[in-house]
């Protein structure tokens, strides 16, 4: 079942769409014409529904004759040999107030007021220049009012109706516009019958070739009258329907569009998802933003401080000496003090430059797969991004993540705490031997009893046990503090990548499918205003 024809309204409202997608940023001839044709509909539309017709013809094709024919009067002068008409003249049937100002608009200076008559009442007829004159401002004016009337009338005669100058110029790229097209063939006095007739069905041949099947095709003799007739009836039932100017904008719509629709992606050349450019896009940020390193030092400094913690107390101070391997990065560890603040983490190398380019590059071809030149042209002019502006941008996401929380875990508390105690055991038997060693120099050591455990002296025990249950208690912990630093790492990794992922998006990604979305807008509008 086949939809509703949209009136022109819609049509020019789907075409101001487009233009306004594209913008400055399409520099399209197809554009430039949409907008000059809107200008017309919205200048058009304020002067009336009179119909315009012009005669258009070659040098000799006796159109200034016909057109003295149809308005009852020598408004135009005939030339044979050489063009005459300069400039266009006009017949206007009926005293409609916005025919002289239709006529302003269209800058036709020679005017011509015709007798009432009620089938013709509303018709204003032109007599151009002939469009193959030795003057160029005759044959521009010819181009510039063929844009601007309803119903165009070619005037051929029997020696030139094949001429490729009318045809290719004209009649061929009017293909579209057959409902507001007549071909007069002219001067079929100067024929008998026959061939009139082989005349006449070689014209008609010629005109269905070229996509003109619906154009009327008629035979006339201006200067006998034959013809002359069914011309005017014709003319007239194109004044009465007083469709005339909205067939020819819809048709000229219609065209513009059709123009317009080859700078749309074929319906089955829609790019996919992209995913694997995209995940190839913020792997090569991570790489340039140096997310390796942070997950690096993160792991590091857990690693860290939970073997500080849970560590021999003797010794730590020892891995005071080493600065923090974030604090080294200025890197902040959850306290929310680091937001947007700039990192110490060093500039990507060329390799990592590269390999953003190389993603960038994989990502627009993704998105621009299918799409015209001219919107892969626009991905590449929106998604050149400054390599400075993208490294700061990648270095405060960084700098902006939330590593993880620095708070201890109570089990590393309880860990440390036991240390503490063994530590105190450890320290209880050295002060212990220490003291039996000063007694036993002032010969005082049979005095004080030395208690045993098993043969071993306890002050021994307890020096050499708090110390070896203090070493084995670390190295027994150091893989489950080396576990948690893993787990912290890839935590922490996870949201790096999203935050260099929203980056890609803003800077890469998000532009790039806005220019998609706006191709599919376009090519939306195009095709409700070809409809």
């Known amino acids: 079942m086949r939809g509703r024809t949209p009136p022109l309204a819609d049509r020019l409202a789907a075409l101001r769409e487009t233009v306004d997608v594209a913008g400055d940023r399409l520099e399209l001839p197809e554009v430039d014409r949409a907008r000059t044709l809107l200008a017309k509909a919205g200048a058009r539309e304020a002067l009336g529904d009179a119909t315009v017709v012009a005669l258009a013809g070659a040098t000799g094709s006796g159109k200034s004759t016909l057109f003295n024919a149809l308005s009852g009067a020598e408004v135009s002068t005939p030339g044979v040999r050489r063009p005459t008409t300069g400039v266009a003249h006009a017949t206007v049937w009926g005293a409609d107030e916005n025919t002289d100002r239709l006529l302003d608009w269209l800058q036709v200076p020679r005017r011509h007021r015709h007798a009432p008559e009620r089938a013709l009442d509303g018709l204003v007829l032109l007599d151009l220049p002939d469009h193959d004159s030795v003057r160029q401002e005759h044959r521009l004016e010819v181009d510039r009012l063929v844009q ?38 002219n001067q079929v006095d100067r024929l008998d019958a026959a061939a009139a007739r082989a005349c006449l069905t070689d014209l008609r041949a010629l005109l269905d070739r070229e996509g003109l099947a619906g154009t009327p095709l008629l035979a006339v003799s201006a200067r006998t009258g034959a013809g002359v007739g069914e011309l005017r009836a014709e003319l007239a039932r194109r004044v009465s329907a007083r469709r005339a100017a909205t067939d020819r904008l819809t048709a ?22 992209g995913r694997a450019e995209h995940g190839q896009l913020t792997d090569a940020l991570a790489q340039a933003a140096g997310v390796p390193a942070v997950v690096s030092a993160v792991e590091r400094s857990v690693r860290r401080s939970g ?36 990192t110490s983490l060093p500039s990507a190398g060329a390799v990592q430059r590269a390999g953003v380019t190389r993603a960038v590059r994989a990502a627009r071809e993704a998105a621009g797969a299918g799409l015209p030149q001219v919107w892969r042209d626009e991905l590449r002019r929106t998604v050149e991004v400054s390599e400075d502006q993208l490294a700061d941008r990648l270095d405060r996401a960084v700098g902006g993540t939330d590593l993880g929380s620095p708070r201890t875990p109570l089990w590393q508390r309880a860990v440390g705490g036991l240390q503490w105690l063994l530590t105190l055991v450890a320290l209880a038997g050295a002060l212990w031997l220490l003291a039996l060693v000063a007694l036993g120099f002032v010969q005082l050591d049979d005095v004080v009893p030395l208690p045993r455990v098993e043969g071993i002296p306890l002050p021994t025990l307890l020096l050499v046990g708090g110390l070896l249950a203090g070493v084995l208690l670390a190295l027994v912990v150091r893989p489950l503090v080396a576990l948690r630093a893993r787990r912290r790492a890839r935590r922490v990794e996870q949201r790096l990548y999203a935050a260099v992922e929203a980056v890609a998006q803003e800077e890469v990604l998000g532009p790039m499918a806005e220019v998609r979305e706006d191709h599919d807008r376009f090519c939306a509008a195009v095709a409700r205003a070809g409809r």
């Not at 051929?156 to 790229?173: G, I, M, N, S, T």
């Not at 107390?313 to 937001?339: C, I």
């Open 148 to 185: 601007l009337v309803d119903v165009l009338v070619w005037v051929l005669d029997p020696e030139k109706y094949a001429d490729a100058a009318v045809h290719e110029r004209y009649l061929v790229p009017l293909a579209g516009h057959a409902g507001v097209l007549l071909v007069v063939l």
């Open 307 to 342: 073997t500080a913690t849970t560590g021999w107390p003797v010794v730590r101070w020892t891995r005071k000496l080493r600065a923090d391997p974030l604090e080294r990065l200025h890197l902040g560890r959850g306290d929310g003090d680091t937001v947007g603040a700039r």
């Open 252 to 273: 000229d719509v219609r065209g513009t569009a059709a123009a317009l629709a080859a700078h749309c992606a074929a319906p089955d050349g829609r790019a996919g998802g």
